[in-house]
């Protein structure tokens, strides 16, 4: 269970607003924005490679943290930018050729598609969307029949962007494993918010981010690749760091997923998201995952039960993420309107998953999303609030 009062002791943003935009970038802990200011303090007063030297114990604890939250090895981890370039360099690094396929999802998040749509021209490989089960997931059977020995690839969120569902996948793992194909699951809208192991789902690689359910800071987020994966990958971009120069003519790739990172790096944030990756783990991601489903629940009831609201969420098993409209109310209006009272939502326009928006027929939807550390009352604040603009 987790002790709600300890963790709004430790979120001081609770005091300035509440924050249902969790899903865009959660609040940090005081233990993560402490060590962000720690380290930025060091750099300013002693210098950026000295401090980099005095945290060497605590950059290297962030590979081993990460690590233990997805259930890999720490050589399979490398830190990046955030979870887009991460993915990017699981991608991109595959070996298409023409005539490949890649199969991915209806509620596929923007820029994985529009990579999809950049190497399928460029290569000539074929995107194809798997259709979904009358409840909203990728529909497994329909996966497994759309399998041919062109598939290169399966990739698929875990949990898309603008829709509360929960993708099946660890079926989707069986599935890719059955015939042979890698499995590139992105992750981001799932890490810190359930628990997640790489071996129970058998995906070969995974991305995510640290400054959504994890609630570390922005601009910094991670790949995982199986280490069997790992040579199948040829990685876009090299520096030093990435491949030694051994010779004049020769270089040779570093050993494990860190080929992917390159040298330069924001130590304070790295080493910050290590520890958002701590408190995470020492909460425990079961009970996040309990609390986090269970606010969420709590919020459909509210806002479902209000004249003139839709909630768009599809999805056997729901998590933190909540979509809805207002009739006759802009998203971004109910976004600013929100904001004003003090209450932190979001808003996800069409571009942002284009099948997913289609298929509902709207442009933009509010995305309110909760996290362990908001409240009943919280809730209740904002399905008030809602109700209001609804009249
Ligand atoms: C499902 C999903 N994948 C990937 C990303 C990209 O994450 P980042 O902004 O850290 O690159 C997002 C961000 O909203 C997302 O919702």
Redesign the pocket.
Known sequence: MIDVAAVRLDTPGVENVAHFNN??ASLMSRPVYETVSVILEEEYLCGGYETARAFEVDIQGVYTSLATLVGGARDEIAVV???????QHAFYGMRFQSGDQVLTTTT??G??FVAYLQIGERKGISIDVVPDTATGEVDIAALASMITDRTKLISI??????NGLVNPAADVGRVARDAGVPFLL?A??TLGQMPIDVEEIGCDML??????FLRGPRGV?FLWVRDSMLDQLDPIVLDHHAAEWTGRLTYALRPGARRFENWETMIAAKVGFGVAVDYALDLGLDSIWDRDSYLAAELRQGLGAIDGVTLHDRGTVKGAIVMFDVDGVEPVRVRDDLHEQGINVSYSTRG?SVIDFDRRGVESLVRASVHYFNTEDEIARLVRTVDILAR
């Open positions: 899903a865009g930018e955030n979870a887009t370039v991460a993915w596929e998040y820029a994985n969120n875990h949990m898309p962007t603008s992105d981001c809208q991305t995510g981010t640290s400054r959504k987020g942002s």
